[in-house]
């Protein structure tokens, strides 16, 4: 069980969270002007590095904030 | 109709003589979103106010608290809430979930003992003490749980679990269940 630091209520076990992917993953200025490999590639490409990653987290089960750490995929350290 | 609480029909006697559980039925209760003030309390506190007099302010989120008070009080405090401390504050919303949740109470010597069974936080009183509140888990259970205050005559803690309708049946028979597994008294 990995102990997730939620910004507001402090260490909290893992099962208390939903996952929420890569952080920073920006919406296309002008989603219009996008082709369908583009517009896919935004929709459902996500980074899958070895080692430290921005990431979302949802404390679902407390108090039902959104915050963003970073995670060592490797070691599951959460660094920030 | 009649109003019925979620445990009208669980028979909560059954907890041995090292804990006792209750129902605290038809609580109001009001959610606030407002931005924060220095007359709320801070995070993973609570506290009863000395203004309303009856009614606790619950830290839910860094813009959203739980105002608890008596049975049928959602208009009396709805108007003093809108009329006082959020006149002057643009953005704000009070709306009545009196209905989501019912309340138990668990006191006695293995009340803090039959909670830590189920719920992965440390609430030892050096840590969770009185006017301390968290949202997290219970028996699988999503509650809010308030360490209300020390019992005056044994010096023992008192905590609220405030639980959604729907788990409340769940949840009493899991208190019901697991309060056969505490320790024998010392």
Known sequence: MMLIPCPWCGPRDESEFHYGGQAGVAYPADPGALSDEQWAHYLFFRDNPKGPFRERWSHSAGCRRWFTLTRDTVTNEVTA | ?186
């Open chain 2, 1 to 186: 109709m009649a109003e019925r609480s979620p445990l009208a029909d669980v028979d909560l006697s059954d907890t041995g003589d090292r804990v006792t559980l209750a129902e605290v039925p038809f609580l109001t209760q009001l959610d606030v979103r407002t931005s924060p003030s220095s007359s709320f309390p801070e995070p993973g506190t609570f506290r009863t106010d000395e203004l309303d007099g009856e009614a606790t302010f619950i830290w839910l989120g860094p813009d959203e608290w739980l105002v608890v008070g008596p049975p049928g009080a959602q208009k009396r405090l709805t108007e003093r809430l809108e009329s006082g401390r959020l006149e002057s504050v643009s953005d704000t919303s009070v709306v009545d979930v009196s209905a989501q949740r019912t309340t138990l109470e668990l006191r006695g010597p293995g009340a803090l003992e039959l909670l830590a069974l189920g719920c992965s936080l440390d609430l030892h009183p050096r840590v969770f003490g009185p006017g301390r509140c968290a949202q997290t888990t219970l028996a699988h259970t999503p509650v809010i749980l308030l360490q209300r205050k020390h019992c005056v005559t044994t010096g023992e803690p008192v905590f609220w679990v405030l639980v959604r309708a729907s788990f409340a049946s769940h949840l009493a028979s899991w208190l019901l269940d697991a309060s056969g597994d505490l320790t024998a008294g010392h």
